[in-house]
């Protein structure tokens, strides 16, 4: 036997024959692209285009010189402004002892489910990396269908419908809004409605809140105001905040779900020990927020919202259905309607489409199928982020806030990500 054939042998099933990360993968393809001389847009990881908000930035600097080990937990001060912020924004009651620190809230995701002996449940259409870490733990997933009418949302009677196979049956469902991929979130009353059939059925709730901030109208609300018992909520600095490469994430658990957070505890100190100490100094400052963060966060809002609108209008005039967004920066198209025209250039999934776009065009974007979308549906995810954000923020701050930005700004400060939808749509129209 070949040393390598020994070795793979001893691979975890669960993990054998999983791809990369879908988004990470688009962006190591790109990089490559990139470097090979192609032009290439980069519109498939989702990588806030925003510079991280300078007090937070000089508060790192500032804590550059922090080395110890924190608190499996998070450093008190930062559990602290955690809960402080949650009351601020959400009027939500947490224990500062309730929140838990990692690095990147998707770490602290697969804890959870390694820890909690239960199935996960997700909407589909849903993030690229839910899933996958489900199958690498070796927990059941099931996938919850949305309609594109109702703006890929889960809806209470879909969640009942599940339930009801099994009443007593443990399960996290997974909801997050403003929502990736799509950009669509949740009114009010449909938080309440499903948090109605998650105490029915006793269901924990992760809500992965990590675009909350982005919320174009600033109006995020998180279920946790009507489930507070049963509801953690993820958040962290990468999206919101602009800082990814930071890896910073929190989880903040109602008293009722303590025995969870104390079994992750555990995990987390058997793992990754601690959080990066002079990043946790600098997260202190990110969620006691001021001024200053406010305004850099209705700017970007404002930002999003205006580019979201650009390219809203030239995708449904080249014939795509397109849910429009009410946060983030992401855009999911749906190009069936031209199924007919496609297939008469050999195109006929949304792996296909999405590999001879970027073949053709530089346009860099993931197809439906790595979202838990159907391969045949035709469906996209596009990341409005390769732009210049600290120049389109520099440019918004000399607009009134309460007026919209003028109607070319995007063309003007989003350049690029305009002109790969303009490539975009010429494509679509091609009859050969």
């Given at each position: ?35 090979e001389g192609r032009q290439i847009y980069k519109m498939g990881l989702g990588q806030s285009p925003f510079p991280v908000p300078l007090p937070v930035v000089e508060e790192l600097q500032a804590n550059a010189h922090q080395k110890d080990y924190l608190p499996v937990r998070g450093l ?357």
């Open positions: 036997m070949k040393e390598q054939d020994y070795f793979e042998k001893h691979v975890n099933l669960n993990v054998r024959g999983l791809p990369v990360s879908a988004t990470l993968g688009i962006n190591e393809l790109s990089n490559r692209l990139l470097a008190p001060a930062l559990q602290q402004a955690v809960a402080e912020y949650y009351q601020r924004t959400q009027h939500l009651n947490f224990n500062p002892h309730h929140i838990l620190v990692g690095p990147g809230s998707k770490e602290l995701m697969f804890i959870l489910q390694l820890v909690y002996y239960g199935d996960l449940v997700i909407p589909t259409p849903s993030w690229v990396s839910y899933a996958p870490q489900a199958h690498i733990i070796g927990r059941h997933v099931y996938w919850l269908p949305t309609r594109r009418d109702n703006r890929w949302l889960l809806t209470p009677d879909e969640l009942e419908k599940h339930c009801q196979q099994d009443p007593s049956k443990p399960r996290i469902v997974i909801l997050n809004y403003p929502n990736n991929p799509t950009g669509c979130s949740y009114t009010d009353d449909e938080l309440k409605a499903l948090a109605e059939v998650a105490r029915k059925y006793k269901i924990i709730i992760l809500s992965d809140e990590i675009y909350g901030e982005l919320n174009f109208e600033g109006a995020h609300v998180s279920i946790a105001r009507h489930y507070p018992e049963g509801t953690i909520i993820s958040s962290g600095l990468s999206k919101w905040c602009g800082a990814g490469g930071w890896r910073l994430g929190t989880f903040a658990f109602p008293a009722a779900l303590d025995w969870l957070l104390e079994g992750m505890a555990v995990v987390s100190s058997e793992t990754f020990t601690a959080t990066s100490a002079p990043i946790q100094y600098a997260a202190v400052r990110a969620f006691r927020g001021g001024t200053r963060i406010e305004e850099y966060l209705s700017h970007s809002r404002r930002i999003l919202k205006s580019l979201c609108g650009a390219v809203c209008r030239r995708l449904l005039a080249s014939g795509a259905i397109v849910a429009p967004p009410q946060g983030a920066f992401y855009i999911f198209p749906d190009f069936s309607p031209l199924k007919k025209q496609l297939s008469a250039r050999g195109i006929n999934t949304s792996t296909e489409m999405c590999e001879r776009i970027l073949e053709e065009t530089g346009v860099a974007i993931l197809p439906g199928t790595a979202f838990g979308r159907p391969d045949h549906e035709l469906s996209t995810r596009i990341a409005l982020v390769d732009f210049d954000g600290a120049k389109a923020l520099a440019c918004a701050e000399h607009h009134p806030m309460h007026e919209p930005l003028p109607e070319k700004f995007p063309e003007e400060y989003c350049s690029k990500v305009i002109e790969a939808t303009d490539k975009l749509c010429e494509w679509m129209a091609k009859k050969t």
